[in-house]
């Protein structure tokens, strides 16, 4: 009986672990924490302006590319892989590093990886305590990391236990339905044309994080051009809402 006891209140514990992890991944992820993504386009900015995106249709294509190609294959599967190696070989996360900044060719793109990679790293500092801060900035010292976004939040999610699967499905909604927040703002388009496009996207989404477990390193591209193109070409754009 003594043995059920335990059994059943280690379940309850594992259970409520499991619930505070992933309200502590809707916390991260929620539109009013502080890294800047609502000063961000990645280059929709540049569309938007050339009238390229200018309605729910063209905002979803946009949206599709971006969580299909460029995350998916990019700070989504750095995620990933940074995850994994600080599990099963933390040596190879100097590699994901230089090979996640090597591939993010515009200035504006890389800038505004940092930039939000150095706000995370400093709000969760605030909320989570001076040990946490300490520990991820030596882990990206040590390996030689710069502080992409994806990085930061790779090695935080791991320190935190925090499920590989779900770490990289939430990292791909934040990234996308920050563009299209952002798209709502810049169009401009009604807040429930952005919660239509948000619902559409979703089962992408989930495809998108669902291939990533099946992705290693060496699948690492930059398949959306176009967007590359839009960001180089956003910092000499004459009136700018967003930093990128």
Same mark, same amino acid.
């Given at each position: 009986?003594?043995?059920?006891?335990?059994? !059943?209140? %280690? @379940? *309850?514990?594992? &259970?409520? $672990?499991?619930?505070?992890?992933?309200?502590?991944? +809707? =916390?991260?992820?929620?539109?009013?924490?502080?890294?800047?993504?609502?000063?961000?386009?990645?280059?929709?900015?540049?569309?938007?302006?050339?009238?390229?995106?200018?309605?729910?249709?063209?905002?979803?294509?946009?949206?599709?590319?971006?969580?299909?190609?460029?995350?998916?294959?990019? !700070?989504? %599967? @750095? *995620?990933?892989? &940074?995850? $994994?190696?600080?599990?099963?070989?933390?040596?190879? +996360? =100097?590699?994901?590093?230089?090979?996640?900044?090597?591939?993010?060719?515009?200035?504006?793109?890389?800038?505004?990886?940092?930039?939000?990679?150095?706000?995370f790293l400093k709000t969760i500092r605030a909320i989570e305590g001076e040990a946490l801060f300490q520990q991820v900035s030596q882990w990206l010292e040590c390996y030689d990391m710069p502080s992409h976004?994806?990085?930061?939040?790779?090695?935080?999610?791991?320190?935190?236990?925090?499920?590989?699967?779900?770490?990289?499905?939430?990292?791909?909604?934040?990234?996308?339905?920050?563009?299209?927040?952002?798209?709502?703002?810049?169009?401009?388009?009604?807040?429930?044309?952005?919660?239509?496009?948000?619902?559409?996207?979703?089962?992408?989404?989930?495809?998108?994080?669902?291939?990533?477990?099946?992705?290693?390193?060496y699948d690492a591209r930059n398949g959306t051009v176009g967007l590359e193109l839009a960001s180089m070409e956003h910092e000499h754009l004459n009136v700018r809402l967003f930093i990128s």
């Open positions: 009986m003594k043995t059920n006891v335990v059994l !059943d209140e %280690l @379940f *309850v514990i594992k &259970v409520i $672990r499991m619930h505070i992890d992933q309200l502590r991944l +809707m =916390q991260i992820h929620d539109s009013a924490f502080p890294i800047g993504g609502y000063t961000h386009s990645f280059g929709m900015e540049t569309y938007i302006q050339k009238d390229t995106v200018s309605d729910q249709a063209s905002l979803f294509s946009l949206c599709k590319a971006y969580a299909l190609e460029n995350v998916k294959y990019g !700070d989504g %599967l @750095f *995620v990933s892989e &940074v995850m $994994r190696a600080w599990k099963e070989a933390p040596w190879q +996360m =100097q590699e994901v590093a230089e090979i996640g900044h090597a591939i993010k060719v515009a200035k504006e793109t890389r800038e505004a990886s940092l930039m939000m990679g150095r706000q976004h994806s990085f930061v939040y790779a090695l935080f999610a791991a320190h935190e236990n925090i499920g590989r699967t779900e770490a990289v499905t939430t990292f791909i909604y934040s990234s996308v339905t920050s563009l299209v927040h952002n798209a709502v703002r810049a169009v401009p388009l009604g807040q429930s044309t952005g919660m239509e496009t948000i619902r559409n996207l979703l089962p992408l989404i989930q495809t998108a994080g669902k291939d990533i477990e099946n992705l290693t390193i």
